[in-house]
């Protein structure tokens, strides 16, 4: 029924202005906003959205955005370099920079300005 039909994600922030600051400037997406909506362009034609929820938000506690890249001790670096904080969880025991290097991708998590959970990550 949808196969050919074209499809996006959202997730609500408490701030679109913060948030089309850091997903704008802190990340480089591309971002525009049309009636108080922040979409986000994401590299391959994929889009995201980001919706207004003011007091009434909660931020997500699950991964809502993953980003690939080629070097993730370069992305960490980069991101620390913008005043990126990185995540800790119990049982990743993630090393100096704050990536988790054991099972699967090394993956680095992180939180935009709405505490909405994002990661980067590299496939081994």
């Known amino acids: 029924m949808f196969g050919k039909t074209k499809a996006f994600s959202g997730f609500s922030v408490n701030d679109v202005q913060a948030a089309k600051q850091f997903y704008g400037e802190t990340l480089g997406l591309e971002v525009s906003e049309s009636h108080g909506i ?20 909660a931020p997500a506690s699950f991964t809502i955005l993953n980003f690939q890249v080629e070097d993730i ?9 913008r005043g990126v904080a990185f995540q800790r969880y119990p049982g ?10 054991g099972g699967g991708p090394l993956i680095a998590w ?15």
């Open 38 to 57: 922040l979409t986000l362009h994401l590299a391959g034609g994929g889009e995201v959205i980001a919706y207004p929820k003011g007091d009434q938000h």
């Open 73 to 81: 001790d370069a992305a960490v670096d980069e991101l620390t370099r």
């Open 92 to 101: 990743l025991e993630a090393d100096e920079k704050g990536i988790f290097r």
């Open 110 to 124: 992180f939180t935009d300005p709405s505490g909405n959970i994002l990661a980067v990550l590299q496939d081994r």
